[in-house]
């Protein structure tokens, strides 16, 4: 019978009578960072056994844990990481760093398997999973059962934001039976890190895509996608995907000025490929991509669509 589990919000999550076969085609790896206030860490360790619980009961993808600042006493006494190794996954620990640089970190580990897509991920990110949501946490195994080539346009994907606008419902009104009946991958460059999906770019005899390790401001979800696309790579958000946070506290607060900050950084990085900051108004903290992806990707897909299974 299906598992329904009411601890995971408003929603209850109906987990199915076994988790969704993958066939090998995904591995997942998440960042997890321990802060040093008790109350904090706490609620990210309550976080990361709901979200390591949410993986393994929905699907069969392996999940490789990098413990940032984790003590190996800590590891060790871990329920949810003693799990992991009975499903492919594992533990590497590594000392206190920048989340970008622990960033790189799953991605090398990622592109030194031999897996044709990575799931990386925030120690909270989950996807939204109930009949109102689409693919949810099947998407995985449907794009397992559908030959790899139908793929071959999109090369980097990240699920809805519902925090934004505009939201999945808004989207999926626009196509209701277009949603349904296929995987649907918008062009898109506003990519959050809590969850997103790469293709192991080495399986393909092409190099690996990684940010400049020498940031370390906020907006490494942005670098990447930024790095992706001056490497000629496709960015796509997939209408199939709900992004869910859980509820504890977050190790970073967004502030406009902080996103400004970190986008002029990254603007300077990349001034002479024509990446530029917005001059609208009320937008000034963010980037305007427009020219740099007109620059790298001038023939890029709006769209690119392939059926379910």
């Not at 993986?55 to 992991?84: C, F, Q, Y």
């Not at 990349?270 to 108004?281: E, I, P």
């Amino acid at each position: 019978m299906p598992i329904i589990d009411k601890t995971y919000g408003r929603l209850p999550v109906v987990f199915p009578d076994r988790p969704y076969a993958t066939n090998r085609m995904f591995a997942a790896y998440i960042t997890s960072y321990l802060p040093r206030d008790p109350m904090h860490r706490a609620q990210r360790l309550t976080d990361l056994h709901q979200q390591l619980r949410w993986w393994r009961l929905m699907t069969d993808v392996p999940v490789h844990v990098l413990a940032s600042g984790w003590t190996p006493s800590r590891i060790a006494a871990d329920p949810e990481l003693a799990r992991l190794h009975h499903h492919g996954g594992g533990v590497e620990q590594v000392r206190s760093q920048s989340i970008n640089l622990n960033r790189i970190a799953c991605l090398e580990a990622f592109y030194a398997s031999d897996y044709p897509w990575g799931i990386i991920m925030d120690d909270d990110a989950i996807l939204y999973h109930s009949p109102a949501h689409n693919s949810g946490g099947a998407f995985f195994s449907e794009m397992a059962q559908n030959p790899p080539s139908l793929y071959s346009g999109v090369d980097v994907f990240y699920p809805i934001n519902p925090q934004k606008r505009p939201g999945q419902n808004q989207i999926w009104q626009k196509a209701p039976t277009l949603y349904r009946t296929h995987h649907v991958f918008d062009a898109g460059y506003d990519l959050k890190g809590s969850l997103f999906i790469v293709r192991n770019f080495r399986l393909d005899g092409r190099a690996p895509i990684l940010p400049p390790a020498k940031f370390n401001l906020i907006g490494e979800d942005t670098l990447f996608a930024i790095e992706a696309v001056a490497n000629g790579c496709s960015v796509f958000r997939c209408g199939n995907l709900v992004l869910k946070e859980l509820s504890g506290k977050s190790h970073f607060q967004h502030t406009p000025a902080q996103m400004q900050a970190g986008n002029q950084a990254i603007a300077a990085m990349y001034a002479t490929q024509n990446l530029r900051m917005n001059t609208a108004a009320g937008r000034t903290h963010l980037l305007d991509r427009s020219a740099f992806i007109s620059r790298y990707l001038p023939n890029a897909r709006r769209q690119v669509r392939v059926g379910k299974p």
